[in-house]
């Protein structure tokens, strides 16, 4: 794929951290290839995007963290459009399922360059679309406890200090029930399209993005035991081996608690619900990426430490253009 004129970028001139600044310093020093657009306020990144997208603009980028990725996405979702994606946030855990570059802006660049296109299945939660994963109950009240001020001050730590809180609280009743008719019930709902969550955790090891199915782990208890569970599932290679935890693989799913309870996709606090839909979207997601995820040396240091399997997972094929 050639691209001749210079691509929009879609990015958050706010953005304070270090890797906020860098990435503008990035994109002034290839304005040439560039169309920047900042956004003003929240939401403003998903009506740019939605607006080229009309437009039947080729590739958009997305220059940032996972909150301007989730943005860029939604105005996206239903169109031909590419993905293009800058990373410069915190996580950044759909650049590196897609075996993006984090660690060089340059390098990501290079991969948009080239030109590769893979589509991903895209799906959505009550409406609101999502790429890698969601979450419903203890994960999403998280996100909703930490505040902006906090992350920008303290990075990571912020969601931890936001979790210790969090933990202490009674948690809700949720049933839920698969696109086959099967029926579970637990306390907290995870829903992976790909398998890693929070950076370079895989949490869903059968998840693959391609394929049409949501990998659902549901917990079964609250608390610190949540907490460990997921811990010392991590270090046997799998959450779902804990008998605290269910693992589903379905094509959609609902769930309903006992009273509201808050939710997220792909980070993104989106509102409080007592029942949740969650279901794949007619179109795929088309994305700028390599062929296959790319480990860096802190997933090789954490795999090792955690003492995750050796061997690779396969790497994903592209479905055919």
Request: charged share 20%.
């Amino acid at each position: 794929m050639a691209i001749s004129q210079r691509y929009p970028v879609i990015f958050n001139p706010k953005a304070r951290s270090q890797k906020g600044a860098r990435v503008l310093r990035f994109l002034m020093g290839h304005a040439n290839r560039f169309a920047l657009y900042a956004t003003n306020h929240a939401g403003e990144a998903q009506e740019l995007a939605a607006r080229f997208a009309a437009a039947g603009e080729l590739v958009v980028i997305a220059a940032g963290g996972d909150g301007t990725l989730n943005e860029v996405v939604s105005g996206l979702a239903g169109s031909n459009t590419i993905l293009g994606i800058l990373p410069a946030g915190t996580m950044n855990v759909f650049a590196r399922e897609m075996g993006i570059p984090c660690d060089s802006l340059e390098r990501a660049f290079e991969i948009i360059e080239h030109g590769l296109i893979r589509e991903v299945d895209l799906f959505e939660a009550n409406g609101s679309p999502f790429v890698q994963m969601a979450g419903v109950g203890f994960d999403a009240q998280v996100i909703e406890e930490t505040t902006w001020e906090s992350k920008k001050r303290l990075g990571p730590l912020a969601y931890l200090l936001a979790a210790v809180k969090v933990l202490g609280e009674k948690p809700p009743k949720m049933e839920i029930i698969l696109a086959d008719g099967r029926r579970d019930t637990g306390v907290a709902v995870l829903a992976g399209n790909g398998s890693l969550y929070g950076g370079q955790f895989k949490f869903f090891r059968n998840a693959n993005n391609q394929d049409s199915k949501l990998d659902v782990l549901v917990y079964k208890e609250s608390g610190y035991r949540l907490v460990l569970d997921s811990l010392r599932g991590l270090a046997l290679g799998g959450i779902d081996l804990m008998e605290s935890t269910s693992y589903f693989q379905t094509e959609s799913f609902t769930v309903t608690a006992d009273r509201e309870v808050p939710v997220e996709v792909d980070g993104e606090w989106i509102g409080r619900f007592q029942e949740v839909r969650f279901k794949e979207t007619p179109h795929h997601l088309r994305v700028l990426a390599p062929d296959g995820p790319l480990a860096g040396n802190f997933a090789q240091t954490l795999k090792t430490l955690l003492s995750w399997p050796r061997h690779q997972p396969e790497l994903q094929t592209s479905r055919s253009q």
